[in-house]
């Protein structure tokens, strides 16, 4: 089994600036794709920001102001997020996607991030 960890949310007011964590634990053989997800009140989970062996990928909201990393020495993922916006409030869910024989996800218990004056 994988645990996900997750830090770094809390409130910040409109502009500024927060930086998420996720370390990865447990049974860890080949990670393929770590990222986050957000959810906000009312609305589906969407993608934030993944990163994989090749790349990364971000959703068009939070382009140039978003930048996912990974530290594959400790199996954790960041995101700084900059210039906040109130529609960035969201619970944010770290994931991680892990490929023996077959791929197989795991979520963070999420943490809140809320962006308010």
């Known amino acids: 089994q994988v645990q996900l960890v997750e830090s770094g949310g809390g409130l910040v007011q409109p502009g500024g600036s927060l930086r998420l964590s996720c370390a990865a634990s447990?049974?860890?053989?080949?990670?393929?794709?770590m990222g986050w997800y957000r959810q906000a009140p009312g609305k589906q989970r969407e993608l934030v920001a993944i990163?994989?062996?090749?790349?990364?990928n971000y959703a068009d909201s939070v382009k140039g102001r978003f930048t996912i990393s990974r530290d594959n020495a400790k199996n954790t993922v960041y995101l700084q997020m900059n210039s906040l916006e109130p529609e960035d409030t969201a619970v944010y869910y770290c994931y991680l996607q892990q490929i023996i024989i077959v791929p197989k996800d795991y979520w963070g218990q999420g943490t809140q991030v809320t962006v308010s004056s």
């Open positions: 990163i994989t062996n090749g790349g990364t």
């Open positions: 447990g049974s860890i053989f080949s990670i393929y794709t």
